[in-house]
């Protein structure tokens, strides 16, 4: 096996590579900033302003980026979440901006309302039996509106991240009577009710104010339960299946891709500051650990990767 190790033999037998089209750069845009500021808990990353969004996309696209998906955080919020569905709420415009100066930059949303409820949850919570849950029902129209906001804005790809029960097939309804056919669903299928998203919950403004989302993003614990919510979801219509986070969930993204469908894999917020941490205190070479960290998500079955790095590793691509 040695002989296939020889320095200028690796590079011909190497079997999973990290392409430029394999990222998407998930980008913050802030309804109430005048200028990009800094994410304190995700050293390296920052929150934009709508009038800045399209320029930082542009710098990306330069470097090689081919799509980006924006979360972004309104200027008001209710117990609705209505702003997340305004033709011009932060979204919104900004997808309008980014296609007027990029309409090859292929554009992706969180259709969610956590960003946009005042008690941060991911939907509807009036009506319910028990008062820290979703409703799930009263919940479904609010994500056809927000879809199909983003998609007359201009979006290529929603995603729905709720982990609502029969999402996708209400979100594909709506987009198919309204006339959007060829706009994708990402379905974050197999999202998991993870201590990894903190430091997201302070970039994005969504932390809940009461509770927890262990009703409505699964159990770290289950795998088969994985399984089962993306058949689902690719049986209701979902055209890539989404699961998050990334490294820990490597046995789930390995299940997940013999479905036969594009999968997709979240490297979220905590796995990115606990990398920027480690290297920040002298503790491991960040370039070799992220390179690392995208080859397994990558061998395990990932066609996609979302990873705030992606900026960083475009660069070294060319290097």
């Not at 891709?257 to 997709?264: E, L, S």
Request: hydrophobic share 40%; charged share 25%; net charge negative.
């Amino acid at each position: 096996m040695r002989r296939q190790r020889r320095r200028k033999i690796i590079p011909l037998l190497q079997e999973n590579w990290i392409r430029k089209e394999d990222l998407i750069y998930p980008l913050f845009v802030d309804e109430n900033l005048e200028k990009c500021e800094p994410i304190k808990s995700m050293p390296g990353q920052f929150s934009y302003s709508v009038h800045e969004i399209a320029g930082k996309a542009e710098e990306l696209a330069l470097i090689g980026l081919k799509a980006v998906i924006l979360f972004g955080i309104p200027k008001n919020k209710d117990n609705t979440g209505s702003s997340a569905y305004n033709e011009d709420g932060v979204i919104q415009k900004s997808i309008r901006l980014i296609k007027e100066k990029l309409p090859e930059m292929v554009i992706i949303t969180d259709v969610c309302a956590c960003e946009y409820t005042e008690n941060g949850h991911c939907g509807i919570t009036a009506g319910c039996h028990d008062s820290i849950d979703l409703d799930n029902d009263l919940s479904l129209p609010l994500m056809e509106k927000i879809a199909l906001s983003h998609a007359k804005a201009g979006a290529d790809i929603v995603a729905p991240s709720s982990m609502l029960d029969g999402v996708v097939m209400s979100i594909r309804k709506s987009l198919d009577l309204a006339g959007f056919q060829e706009v994708l669903i990402l379905s974050y299928s197999s999202k998991f009710a993870s201590a990894l998203y903190g430091p997201f919950r302070d970039a994005a403004k969504s932390g809940f104010s009461f509770g927890d989302r262990t009703t409505y993003q699964m159990n770290p614990a289950n795998a088969r339960e994985a399984l089962m919510e993306s058949e689902l979801d690719f049986k209701e219509g979902a055209d890539i299946l989404m699961v998050k986070p990334a490294s820990f969930y490597l046995d789930i993204l390995s299940s997940v891709k013999k479905i036969g469908i594009p999968v997709a894999a979240y490297q979220v917020s905590g796995e990115y500051s606990m990398i920027k941490a480690a290297s920040m205190n002298g503790w491991i070479n960040e370039r070799a650990i992220v390179m690392e960290s995208l080859i397994s998500i990558k061998r395990a079955g990932a066609d996609l990767i979302l990873t705030y790095f992606a900026e960083e590793v475009l660069r070294w691509l060319d290097e």
